[in-house]
């Protein structure tokens, strides 16, 4: 029997220090279902780690917002990533695609199951727990396509109850494995971050027009981080003058564009998890991770954030650059940050004349004038609490 507006998120990986985008996203939406007085919980892996898969989080974690609970439920991860089988099955996969389409379509449940398992996180115990308590939620939403507990929590779920998909469609080879058409079939309303996902969904898998759709953009939190402590290797930044870089620091997001196009004598400053080299350059400097209270000060100071991706669904980093008057300097050619910035501000230019414009802003900081970012708009428009309600009306 369901348990009146009893919900849950599916999540590859949740936790308060965790700071990737959809873990953050799941995080931020259960608040917001929170503080509609839902009753709310996240079932995840007890990972904190998107590679290595550990066990590392607990079973059980208590959160609390404005005096609303909910709870995050993990279950174990069997193994870490394969890194050798994941590699070798992607490449098979990726590569009969492309020149022998029927293979791929015959084989594509045996290869599909390996490409899940291997990559991880891989824990039955959640879609086991799913398959037997499913009916007990009135809504089950699950938050991206790549990973094996989203993909087999819609699979348990969708005869027992609805189900709600956030795609988070990337431009991206994955995006078109079989096993996301089963997704999309089974769920019955389809969630974007934004009206440029929805139209690459739409091209790319023309029967996902089929399902009910609703938009829900990452929200913003309520106010300015408040946290006093910000690091010396931060506070030291405050005479100087520089670009900043917030989020992965990795290939897939296009970083070496920045290591190799930025002008000489300008200085630019890394924020974020860092998965490639640091190059010893004196143009560049690693922060590693900061806090909330850091990222405000680093928006607030820098001359621009450089945005450089290729692949996004969406960037809250955009978004959140935006909300605080920083202007975002973007390379073209991602549809979802293009969106942002012709809706709400910014700067966006070609591989051609990026270094050019990040010189130009270097020598004279007025040569974009910030009165025509809409900050104000972008707070109203987007926001977790709209989000709930628009949940809260499929339940």
């Known amino acids: ?19 990737a985008g959809a873990e953050v996203y799941a995080l931020k939406l259960a608040e917001g279902l929170a503080l509609k007085k839902q009753n709310i919980e996240i079932l995840t892996s007890q990972s904190d780690d998107y590679i290595s898969w550990n066990n590392k989080l607990p079973t059980y974690e208590d959160c609390q917002i404005e005096n609303n609970n909910f709870q995050i439920k993990r279950f174990p991860v069997q193994h870490d990533r394969q890194r050798v089988v994941f590699g070798v099955v992607k490449r098979f996969i990726f590569f009969t695609q492309k020149y022998i389409s029927i293979a791929y379509k015959l084989l594509s449940p045996l290869l599909d199951y390996i490409f899940l398992k291997s990559q991880g996180p891989w824990c039955p115990k959640l879609w086991e727990y799913l398959e037997n308590n499913a009916q007990s939620y009135s809504l089950i939403i699950v938050k991206s396509y790549l990973y094996a507990p989203n993909y087999y929590a819609i699979r348990k779920s969708h005869k027992k109850t609805k189900v709600l998909f956030i795609v988070t469609a990337h431009n991206e080879p994955e995006f078109n494995l079989n096993f996301v058409n089963k997704m999309i079939e089974n769920s019955d309303t389809l969630a974007f971050v934004s009206i440029a996902e929805k139209n690459l969904c739409y091209t790319l898998k023309p029967f996902s027009q ?13 106010e300015i981080p408040v946290q006093s402590d910000t690091d010396n290797r931060i506070l030291h930044l405050s005479d100087k003058k520089f670009f900043t870089y917030i989020g992965r620091i990795d290939k897939n ?6 290591f190799e196009n930025t002008p000489k004598n300008c200085l630019v400053v890394f924020a974020g998890e860092l998965k490639i080299e640091f190059p010893k350059d004196e143009r560049f400097v690693y922060l590693g991770r900061v ?50 910035i012709e ?52 339940t």
């Not at 997001?253 to 920045?258: L, Q």
Request: some cysteine.
């Open 1 to 19: 029997m369901k348990s009146q507006n009893k919900i849950a998120i599916v999540v590859q990986r949740c936790g308060i220090n965790i700071n």
């Open 210 to 222: 089929q399902k009910p759709y609703i938009i829900l953009p990452p929200g913003f939190n309520n």
């Open 253 to 258: 997001k296009n970083v070496n564009f920045i």
């Open 291 to 340: 806090s909330e209270r850091e990222k405000f000060f680093l928006l607030e100071k820098s001359i621009a954030l450089l945005m450089v991706s290729m692949r996004e669904a969406y960037s809250i980093i955009t978004a959140e650059a935006i909300k605080y008057k920083c202007l975002v300097l973007a390379l073209r050619g991602c549809e979802p940050i293009e969106e942002l």
């Open 343 to 394: 809706r709400y501000g910014g700067y966006l230019c070609t591989e051609e004349n990026y270094s050019e414009v990040m010189l130009n802003l270097w020598n004279n900081p007025n040569y974009f004038d910030r009165k025509f970012i809409k900050s104000d708009l972008i707070n109203i428009e987007k926001s977790y609490l709209h989000n709930a309600d628009k949940i809260i009306n499929l």
